[in-house]
């Protein structure tokens, strides 16, 4: 298990670990060093948010409680969790790790003291909740959740934890495989998105995403 001393930030490796969508050249407009400067960020982080997608809505109060140089990726719940990065330590927290991950990760978590403790009381709770893995390793654990259908992609869009879609579950995993998945190579995406949101729209019509690839 690496030890926190061992990895560090690197902001190339945490866009490129990061990337869904690409912004505009040079970044999203709006965010900058000004418009962002009450936020009480590093100019490090500011950066790091100028070129990330945005994965849920955008709370900056999420932010207001945390370290300078902490960076909000996603926000939510148990379905839809939580990741904070670090920039300072080069760490991303996920915090109330589904058990399951926790129990039997892919990619070793890291370790150290100094990452236990943030400079407030609910900062620090908040790290205690939370496991953290360096970036280019928590890239690689998402693949991998991802290549087992522990997440599940029912359209270009949308992704579900495999637990929210219950009796689903296999009839998807089985359409995945007839695809070629999980060999990238093989595999044929929108063919197997296509199959997958027509079973979604007959079997489970609210989870479903009628929206099909190249519409808006």
């Not at 939510?76 to 991950?101: A, H, I």
């Amino acid at each position: 298990m690496p030890e926190l001393h061992e990895v560090s930030y690197s902001h190339e490796a945490t866009i490129a670990a990061s990337y869904v969508a690409e912004p505009p050249e040079g970044g999203w407009p709006e965010i900058s060093l000004e418009n962002l400067s009450s936020l009480g960020k590093t100019n490090e982080a500011i950066l790091l948010l100028r070129h990330l997608p945005y994965i849920s809505s955008r709370d900056d109060s999420a932010q207001e409680s945390m370290s300078p140089h902490v960076v909000c990726l996603t926000r939510g719940s148990y379905l839809n969790p939580c990741f904070l990065l670090d920039t300072k330590l080069g760490v991303v927290f996920w915090e109330e790790c589904d058990s399951d991950v926790k129990r039997n990760p892919s990619r070793e978590p890291i370790f150290g003291e100094e990452y236990d403790n943030g400079p407030t009381e609910e900062e620090t709770d908040f790290r205690c909740d939370s496991v953290a893995w360096a970036v280019p390793d928590f890239e690689e654990l998402l693949k991998d959740l991802f290549r087992q259908l522990f997440y599940v992609p029912v359209s270009p869009r949308v992704v579900y934890h495999a637990s929210a879609l219950k009796e689903v579950v296999p009839m998807l995993e089985a359409i995945y495989r007839e695809h070629g998945w999980p060999d990238l190579e093989r595999s044929r995406k929108r063919e197997c998105l296509n199959a997958v949101q027509d079973l979604m729209e007959r079997r489970d019509p609210d989870c479903a995403d009628r929206r099909r690839e190249g519409e808006d």
